[in-house]
Structures are given as C-alpha cells and as structure tokens.
C-alpha cells in the first residue's frame, strides 16, 4: 500500500509559479519632458534665415559687378563716340587740304585765264573750256577777293608798290595786280596790290580847312 506524502499536492516549488513582471508606474518613473523655450525660433526658421541672408549677399555682389560692368560699356561708348568725332574731323581736314592743294595747283591757270579776259582773247572754245573750270573751281569752294579802293589789311593782302595819294585817308588798295583766292575761311593766297596812303601834312592841312570852316560858320571866334 502506497504512503502517500502529507500535504504534497498543497505544496509546490515556488519555480513553478509563474512571476509577475514589474510594471513601472508611468506617473511615478517617467521623466517630465522639457518643455519648449519661450521666443526660441525653430530650426527650420533659422536655416531659411540663413538661406536668405546668403541670397542678400549674393545679390549685393551680382549689383555691385553690373555697376561696375554699366561703368565700363559707358566709358567705352564715350571713347568710341570721342573717336568717331576726331576720325570726321581728320577726314574733313584731309579732305580740304587737299582740295586747297589741287586749287593751289590750278591758280596760275586762273590767273592766265583772267589775263586773256582782260585783253579780250578769251573767245571761241577756248572760252568755254575756261568758263567751265572757273564754275568747278567755285564749286569746290574756291572764292577770289581783292578789289580797287579797299582798305589795306595786311592778313589777306600782300603790297607790292606804294606810293602816296591826297584823296586817301587810310592806307588803299589802288590797284590789284594778282587777285587772291581762298576757301571757306582759309586763305590759300593773299592779293598783290598796288597801295597807297595819305601824303605826309595832308591830314594836318586838311584839320585846319576843317577848322577855318567851322569857324566861319559860327561867325567867328569869340572876342575878348
């Protein structure tokens, strides 16, 4: 007959039973979070801060390059206007020396025409040949001064004779012995003339006519 243990089936190994895990309380063993600061920006605020800030920058410097790049096209627009000015200017200059060259050339021509005018020999074809070259000579700006009677001025007219006149009161051109001829303003030959100025006293006794007249036409000088 089997003894059977006292208590055996009340008791087992304390292995067997099954352990309960340990739970933390959330209340009790979490730890508080810390809690957002006040006026604090947020990370993606502050990168585009930056972001934009680089930009700015950039800008500034693309802005300070086109101004210096506006300053070298309008320095080099005005060297280039400067230098179309002068190339128009030497181009007209070239071209009116040497225009006055070719008339320079041809005045002796003129001038042998003119004589044949004078003495009646300028006739037939002849006379047209000369009449057309003294129309192109004119055409290019050729223009011939000096006549009889007109005051000497000494830039445009050259004295070749001189002599005195009572009917002068300034020195005269009397005579014109090879007249001048320029273009525009330039003077590309002075005239030859005969001049003539006043005879010495005459300017002394031609006052004192003057005097004795005006005298008489006042009824004389005062007396006493």
């Known amino acids: ?5 006292p208590g055996f089936d009340e008791q087992q190994p304390q292995s067997a039973q099954p352990q309960q895990p340990d739970v933390p309380s959330g209340s009790e063993d979490a730890e508080p979070k810390a809690a957002p600061q006040e ?3 947020p990370a993606g605020d502050a990168g585009a801060a930056a972001q934009v800030a680089g930009l700015t920058a950039q800008l500034d410097q693309v802005r300070t390059a086109l101004g210096e790049r506006t300053a070298d096209l309008q320095r080099l ?3 280039y206007q400067n230098y179309r000015r002068r190339v128009e200017r030497d181009r007209i200059q070239v071209k009116e020396i040497a225009i006055a060259n070719l008339l320079t050339e041809l005045l002796p ?3 042998d025409i003119g004589r044949a005018r004078e003495h009646g020999e300028l006739v037939g074809g002849f006379k047209s040949v000369a009449e057309s070259l003294e129309t192109v000579a004119a ?4 223009m011939q001064f000096g006549k009889e009677g007109e005051p000497f001025d000494p830039t445009i007219h050259e ?4 002599s005195y006149a009572p009917d002068v009161t300034e020195t005269t051109c009397v005579a014109i012995l090879q007249p001048g001829y320029r273009i525009g303003e330039r003077t590309i030959r002075p005239a030859r003339v005969a001049v003539a100025e006043p005879q010495p006293g005459a300017q002394t006794v031609k006052a004192e006519e003057t005097e004795t007249a005006d005298d008489k036409e006042s009824g004389g000088p005062d007396e006493g």
């Open 77 to 79: 627009q005005a060297e």
């Open 139 to 142: 055409k290019m700006g050729l």
């Open 39 to 41: 006026g604090a920006a």
């Open 1 to 5: 007959m089997t003894e059977e243990t």
């Open 159 to 162: 004295a070749l004779m001189h």
């Open 109 to 111: 021509v003129l001038d």
